[in-house]
């Protein structure tokens, strides 16, 4: 296209409406995304000895860490569709620290001794099955994020889609310990934190392909 037509096609379709702050957004996606792990909780319900379980400080810091990492992948993916925003990429690292804190928490608890056993609740273990359930609820907030930043211009587009589906996943993980039955860090590893790091990569292919400039 000459660059003449261009500019004519361009002032034929009026000014666009300017977008606000990517805070703005955030805030208002962080809500959304919680209200989704609300309603996904309420129908799997929560494990009985939830009590239990939060006397045990890791079981606390892996929750926050969870949450932390949810909160934060949706501002870095807002961020990082404002070009204008780029003074601010010092955030954008976090949820990636954050994950890298999880899998050391994880790592820790594998090589120390075991935690005392929390309830006599028995634990039947899944395997494939809570990798599918994770899939099944961060799918729809991956796609409404993806979705939502095309209307940007993300400078960093494998980043951004990384940090969208880290924010779905990360909250996924988070309703997932809140209601499974189990202390297995090896299972928490292979069917949790290893398919959502493979997530994590999937979005990125994703994003360097829908959210060009």
């Given at each position: 296209?000459?660059?003449?037509?261009?500019?004519?096609?361009?002032?034929?379709?009026?000014?666009?409406?300017?977008?606000?702050?990517?805070?703005?957004?955030?805030?208002?996606?962080?809500?959304?995304?919680?209200?989704?792990?609300?309603?996904?909780?309420?129908?799997?319900?929560?494990?009985?000895?939830?009590?239990?379980?939060?006397?045990?400080?890791?079981?606390?810091?892996?929750?926050?860490?969870?949450?932390?990492?949810?909160?934060?992948?949706?501002?870095?993916?807002?961020?990082?569709?404002?070009?204008?925003?780029?003074?601010?990429?010092?955030?954008?690292?976090?949820?990636?620290?954050?994950?890298?804190?999880?899998?050391?928490?994880?790592?820790?608890?594998?090589?120390?001794?075991?935690?005392?056993?929390?309830?006599?609740?028995?634990?039947?273990?899944h395997t494939y099955?809570?990798?599918?359930?994770i899939a099944i609820?961060?799918?729809?907030?991956?796609?409404?994020?993806?979705?939502?930043?095309?209307?940007?211009?993300?400078?960093?587009?494998?980043?951004?889609?990384?940090?969208?589906?880290?924010?779905?996943?990360?909250?996924?993980?988070?309703?997932?310990?809140?209601?499974?039955?189990?202390?297995?860090?090896?299972?928490?590893?292979?069917?949790?934190?290893?398919?959502?790091l493979i997530f994590?990569?999937?979005?990125?292919?994703?994003?360097?392909?829908?959210?060009?400039?």
């Amino acid at each position: 296209m000459e660059t003449t037509d261009l500019i004519s096609q361009l002032s034929q379709n009026g000014p666009r409406r300017p977008l606000k702050s990517p805070f703005y957004y955030a805030s208002i996606i962080c809500v959304c995304l919680f209200s989704f792990g609300l309603v996904a909780q309420c129908y799997l319900g929560l494990r009985d000895d939830l009590a239990l379980q939060l006397t045990n400080p890791l079981y606390i810091l892996e929750c926050g860490l969870l949450l932390a990492l949810s909160i934060s992948s949706v501002f870095a993916a807002l961020i990082s569709m404002y070009p204008d925003y780029y003074r601010h990429r010092s955030l954008l690292p976090i949820p990636f620290l954050l994950f890298v804190a999880i899998a050391g928490l994880m790592a820790w608890q594998w090589v120390t001794v075991p935690l005392p056993s929390m309830g006599d609740i028995t634990f039947s273990p899944h395997t494939y099955e809570c990798t599918i359930c994770i899939a099944i609820m961060a799918v729809p907030s991956s796609l409404a994020l993806f979705w939502f930043m095309q209307r940007g211009a993300s400078i960093t587009p494998s980043r951004a889609g990384a940090y969208a589906t880290l924010a779905a996943t990360g909250m996924a993980c988070l309703v997932m310990r809140l209601e499974e039955y189990a202390n297995s860090i090896p299972h928490f590893v292979t069917w949790h934190y290893l398919p959502t790091l493979i997530f994590a990569a999937f979005g990125a292919l994703i994003g360097n392909k829908l959210l060009k400039w």
